[in-house]
């Protein structure tokens, strides 16, 4: 079957054939329907993040993926039916952090990676999973059954970040979503999903016209420039924010979320810099921090449960926000324009075979 | 009646007069036993922080108190309960904060504090409150009742750190608490009543001998001099800590605890440092935030639940523990000395009359 990899030393993704797998016993055979492309494919591409499997001299792309069960095996699937896989693997046999199901939590070499780290992804005409690591998903979101995965992330970060105030009375009412890429767009949507926010800010730096500030305004949430509102500026020019959601990998922004918080808010922080100096007033950022009970939380990956809810929220987001949001769905013929990545592209996906709801 | 206060402009603390209160409707008398000093007095005295009532031209100190209820009025008090003190008051009527019992979540302007800012404080013969601010501790730690305050601020700590835990499983084995002041002690055997830690740590800058290293190591904790191992170190010198509790107020000790925490860890700061700008590795900082869930939590002044918490602590931790950190309890005559501060001074008191349990 034909498989999208990055080659050992290539710095671009190419079409290769490789064995169709056999489930073993407590797994699926799934057909690939579409996988979505994000920035962390584009690191594993450039070769800053990830690798392939200990000897493979290639790594299969892909960890946002929706598809159907084709050979369900002796699992509780059923042929036909519209599943998204998690993305963790445990590299050695199961560990505690799968065990309980969490292993969002497993620290660094407790996991592998499905087309990230260690173990191939999803960029094929078929991939096997067990079980456990397979949420169901409706057939009504087939075609954006990809989204699930980004969608989980989200919903992860916002449940560390609502259990870290739920020793107190919160009841946040702004909230701003630090970048306008495709997992700030949908944590937005998400958020006005949710309701618990009467007002929603969402920050880039791109001039008008621009298709990401016009579904920022669509959802109902207020655009602001990072180069006219720095996020320390947020607070005095717009509100102090009781949810800062940092989507931006910008490290500064990681800091100035605190500034932007309000009285007891919280800031989840989702980005991946890597190493960065620069300087920072840290005695005014520690004591605001502990004068107003601020509280920031790191996270990363996602758990069935935070998949499980995201197929939710993917089902009630609106038609527009998704057609918008999806900018360009591509088969293997055209693959290569799946991973552009410029101003007009927000969302892309590669369609390995075409949904068809069973009657 | 005698009290102890700072005058406008001074600073030292010295003996008023002033009038004994009366208690309004819904208030009730006490007799103050003993009233605790902390570094938050000293920055007062200092005029680094807080100041007296408008239109006053001093204010008492005191925010630490135990005392005895002398005249009930229609409280829920008998006379003789042994009673303490929160010490967050509403500035202009009650606050949606007041209101539901949470004032220590309050921005600033909606409180005072007694005995810092905006109210006079404890260290007076006799002093009235609402009941709704008074809690209940038993007699048997009526001398030591002024350790109910500071213990109920590492409760409040320690309940919002473990909040922000809630949402996976998190079975925490290490703590260290950075400071070995007398809040940093006091946290250090609380950590230890409770149990949850298997091995706990304490940082201090001190050379033996040393009284607070004999505390710490009597509790079965591990000193680590920070001159030798930075907070920045503590994890690989030792071991990376699950739980870090900041109460140095050094305000580099905040952003290091992110290099100090095991992966799903949590920091509570507590420190209170004032602007001071310096140089750190944002980026590689924001990285470790996210790859390992971690968090950190701001956390000041503490509810009546904090208190009622901490009168349970504080009837539990060992008598040579709290032998050892009390290092002086002065009458009215010489209570200079209690706002001493060297390094043989741990905890010190005001004592304002004698506890003599009732038959």
Redesign the interface.
């Known amino acids: 079957m034909q498989a999208i990899a990055v080659e050992n030393g290539d710095d671009r993704p190419v079409v290769v054939e490789v064995e169709r797998p056999d489930p073993a016993p407590g797994e699926a055979l799934v057909r690939t329907l579409r996988v979505g492309v994000d920035g962390t494919d584009h690191e594993v591409i450039a070769g800053s993040h990830g690798g392939p499997p200990a000897g493979d001299d290639h790594l299969v792309l892909g960890h946002e993926a929706v598809g159907v069960v084709e050979d369900p095996g002796d699992t509780r699937f059923a042929e036909g039916d519209v599943v998204v896989p998690t993305v963790r693997r445990p590299p050695n046999g199961p560990n505690e952090y799968f065990v ?1 199901g ?1 292993p ?2 497993a ?2 070499g407790e996991y592998h990676e499905r087309g990230i780290v260690g173990k191939h992804g999803f960029m094929a005409e078929y991939f096997t999973s067990p079980e456990e690591h397979l949420v169901s998903v409706s057939p009504s979101v087939a075609e954006r059954g990809f989204l699930v995965e980004p969608l989980s992330v989200a919903e992860k970060a916002l ?2 970040a ?8 919160w009841e946040p009412e702004s909230a701003i979503v630090l970048g306008n890429g495709s997992l700030g767009l949908l944590t937005l949507a998400m958020l006005r999903e949710r309701s618990d926010f009467d007002r929603l800010y969402c920050l880039g730096r791109r001039d008008r016209p621009d298709p990401t500030i016009d579904i920022i305004e669509d959802l109902g949430a207020t655009y602001v420039d990072s180069r006219e509102t720095p996020v320390s500026e947020v607070a005095d020019e717009h509100e102090p924010m009781d949810f800062v959601f940092e989507a931006t990998g910008y ?2 922004h ?2 100035e979320t605190i500034e932007a918080l309000a ?2 808010g919280v800031g989840a ?32 990956n996602s758990n069935v449960r935070h998949f499980e809810a995201a197929a939710e929220t993917l089902g009630s987001l609106p038609e527009p926000f998704l057609d918008a949001l999806v900018t360009g769905v591509y088969d293997l013929d055209g693959f290569e324009a799946a991973f552009d990545d410029d101003d007009t592209t927000i969302k892309t996906a590669v369609q390995f075979s075409a949904y068809e709801e069973r009657r």
């Open positions: 309980r969490e969002d939590m620290p660094e449940e560390l609502t259990a870290s105030r739920s020793s107190f009375t490290a500064k990681a800091f009285p007891n922080l989702l980005g991946v810099p890597g190493p960065w100096e620069f300087e920072i007033d840290g005695g005014a950022l520690h004591e605001e921090f502990v004068l107003h009970n601020k509280a920031l939380v790191g996270s990363v």
